[in-house]
């Protein structure tokens, strides 16, 4: 199966700072899933075939990558980012995520 | 709105069964993809299989001798079977319609 690395597992960020999450695969997939979650709720879809933002997730999110390599990026970080996010690949079988970044505010 | 609700004893015993059930309101199970993952303490997520639309079901290979997904389409639910559950079994078990929407969870205890 393939295994995803995300980095960091933990990182703090100030109000305004931009933040990037990486989820690296360890064989090539075609496209990466995020989510978010926050303590006590369930994980909310949050991006889409590796860029395409979910509905109502703001547009200081974003999405890239190809390969490997993924990364979902906050351009100016705010208060309600702070959450546990997810990569996940369902291009290969079984489907599998990452072991999350917990993203606080500083 | 797609809604799904999780229901099912919070304790099992190490070597019974986990038998965890899926509600769903707002959408029919006899259209795409409805799944099971897991959330273990630590925050690890696993997805342990789907029923599809026709009814035909797909595994993790990890499981795959322990587990069954089935359905109920005139109550719109699906259910899972895990068999033979030890105390690496804690979790949070969700159920979604694969991948956009997902329960709230509901958390399971192996325990003797």
């Known amino acids: 199966e393939i295994v995803l690395t995300q980095s960091p597992t933990t990182m703090a960020a100030s109000p305004g700072e931009k933040v990037t999450i990486t989820c690296r695969a360890s064989?090539?997939?075609?496209?990466m899933h995020w989510f978010q979650q926050k303590s006590g709720t369930s994980p909310k879809p949050w991006i889409y075939d590796t860029s395409k933002l979910a509905s109502g997730v703001p547009d200081r999110f974003s999405g890239s990558g190809s390969g490997t390599s993924y990364s979902l990026t906050i351009s100016s970080m705010e208060a309600e980012d702070a959450a546990t996010y997810y990569c996940?690949?369902?291009?290969?079988?079984?489907?599998?995520f990452g072991g999350g970044t917990k993203l606080e505010l500083k | 709105e797609v809604q799904l609700q999780e229901s099912g004893p919070g304790l099992v015993k190490p070597s019974q069964s986990l038998s965890l059930t899926c509600s769903v309101t707002?959408?029919?199970?006899?259209?795409?993809?409805w799944g099971w993952i897991r959330k273990f303490p630590g925050n690890k997520m696993e997805w342990m299989g789907y029923?599809?639309?026709?009814?035909?079901?797909s595994y993790n290979p990890s499981l795959k001798s322990r587990i069954s997904i089935t359905r109920d389409t005139s109550k719109n639910q699906f259910f899972l079977q895990l068999n033979s559950v030890t105390t690496e079994d804690t979790a949070t078990y969700y159920c979604?319609?694969?991948?956009?929407?997902w329960g709230q969870g509901v958390m399971v205890t192996v325990s003797s």
């Open positions: 064989s090539s997939v075609s496209y």
């Open positions: 996940l690949q369902r291009s290969s079988y079984p489907p599998t």
């Open positions: 979604a319609r694969w991948i956009a929407y």
């Open positions: 707002g959408y029919s199970i006899t259209s795409n993809y």
């Open positions: 029923i599809s639309y026709s009814g035909s079901t």
